[in-house]
């Protein structure tokens, strides 16, 4: 009987000694996780910031397209010719020479 006591201890004691090195496994499994979560999140907030850069620079761009594009400030109705704008000399027509 102390024969089958020993033979069940000494297997519990290998059972516990793999419970132990599987919880040390996981345990090693979570920190590096936990450290390729902040990695990417790092990552993550980088991105986004550099996406705002290029969506901001796109948008000025555009504007400086459509402003060049459009010239509101030739288009001026505020009286006048509009500004520096010179008007063009009208000329009359001659008359066509007789025949």
Not at 6 to 13: A, M, P, R, Y
Request: hydrophobic share 35%.
């Amino acid at each position: 009987m102390f024969l089958d006591m020993t033979v069940l201890v000494q297997h519990q004691g290998e059972q516990l000694d793999d419970i132990e090195s599987h919880v040390a496994r996981a345990q090693s499994f979570v920190h590096s996780g936990t450290e390729q979560l902040q990695t990417a999140r790092k990552h993550q907030k980088n991105t986004r910031k550099w996406t705002c850069y290029c969506i901001i620079l796109l948008l000025v761009i555009i504007l400086f397209v459509v402003l060049f594009t459009v010239r509101p400030w030739e288009h001026s109705s505020s009286g006048g010719n509009g500004g520096n704008q010179s008007t063009p000399a009208q000329t009359t027509p001659s008359p066509p020479p007789p025949a």
